[in-house]
């Protein structure tokens, strides 16, 4: 004898249902993966904007208070951040800014640095702000530490007269061997002859 058991309340899913559900997960994966994928790009943005913030508070601070400032970058520890001259043991010194934050490079690495359009070394830089002098032209080109050398870029840049520092986005990273960045300036030729350099 031959009986079918059937287990009432329980179906199958119709193909419309099928369609529906793989839509469902399709817009979601749209919608997920590249915020995903997006995420070290978004964090690396994020340091470059406080590298901005650290550099307008010592902007800030170099227009109303008259002590010496320096901006230092340590490549091993992978910081960038804000030093005065304190007295430590009768000894003055510098010593790191209780009052900016420094800024850790999780997710992002600096690329390169310049000061009045003269390069710092990739490892390790100091930028000091005196206060007899006009602060000099600071830009810090932050990108995505993936490992490779061309890839998306933030420029950060702290004019000399400016209060503030500013971000762009500079899309792909430069090439510092570029030959026509390693051009000399003849100051003679520019009638500059007698400028300091």
Do not use: C, H
Request: aromatic letters at 6%.
């Amino acid at each position: 004898m031959n009986v079918e058991r059937t287990i009432p309340g329980r179906r199958a899913f119709t193909l419309i249902e099928l369609i529906v559900v793989i839509i469902l997960m399709a817009v979601t994966a749209g919608i997920v993966l590249p915020r995903a994928f997006n995420g070290g790009s978004k964090r690396a943005e994020q340091t470059a904007k406080s590298i901005a913030s650290l550099l307008t508070a010592v902007a800030q601070r170099d227009a109303t208070a008259f002590e010496p400032m320096m901006v230092a970058y340590d490549g091993e520890d992978g910081t960038v951040e804000a030093q005065v001259i304190r007295e430590v043991k009768g000894e003055r010194r510098w010593s790191t800014d209780l009052f900016i934050d420094a800024v850790a490079l999780d997710s992002a690495v600096i690329r390169s640095a310049e000061v009045d359009g003269y390069p710092l070394d990739d490892k390790r830089w100091s930028i000091e702000i005196p206060v007899s002098t006009p602060r000099p032209l600071i830009e810090i080109v932050v990108a995505l530490d993936d490992g490779e050398r061309d890839g998306r870029a933030w420029r950060v840049v702290l004019e000399p007269g400016a209060s503030a520092a500013r971000v762009t986005d500079s899309g792909v990273v430069e090439n510092r061997d570029d030959p026509e960045r390693q051009k000399s300036v003849d100051l003679d030729a520019l009638g500059m002859g007698e400028s300091p350099w």
